[in-house]
């Protein structure tokens, strides 16, 4: 069974960073796309960034320039750097991991969730 542990959400001020950071856990063939998502009190859950097995990444206007998607794939591990955090950033974090068990057998995970709060 695939899982996934997230870590590094809390509590920042206005301007400050946070590193989030998503394991997978459990036997995997493959990971192909891994993202992460939020969602915020009221609204709905949103990309924030996705990064391909080839490495090609994609973020959400709100995000690009502040926040990089990377992965290290000898660790299976996804990671958000986010910086010049703004309170509109406040949400629950999310990853998401897409992959294959075995040949022909793909799954798609998701993490428990962290909260990220920005406020002063």
């Known amino acids: 069974q695939v899982q996934l542990v997230e870590s590094g959400g809390g509590l920042v001020q206005p301007g400050g960073s946070l590193r989030l950071s998503c394991a997978v856990s459990?036997?995997?063939?493959?990971?192909?796309?891994m993202g992460w998502y939020r969602q915020a009190p009221g609204r709905s859950r949103e990309l924030v960034a996705r990064?391909?097995?080839?490495?090609?990444?994609n973020y959400a206007d709100s995000v690009k320039g502040r926040f990089t998607i990377s992965r290290d794939n000898a660790k299976n591990t996804v990671y958000l750097q986010m910086n010049s955090l703004k309170p509109e950033d406040t949400a629950v974090y999310s990853c998401?991991?897409?992959?294959?068990?075995?040949?022909?057998?793909?799954?798609?995970?998701w993490g428990q969730g962290t909260q990220v709060t920005v406020s002063s």
């Open positions: 459990g036997s995997v063939l493959s990971i192909s796309a």
């Open positions: 998401n991991v897409l992959g294959s068990i075995t040949y022909g057998d793909s799954f798609s995970s």
């Open positions: 990064i391909s097995s080839g490495g090609p990444t």
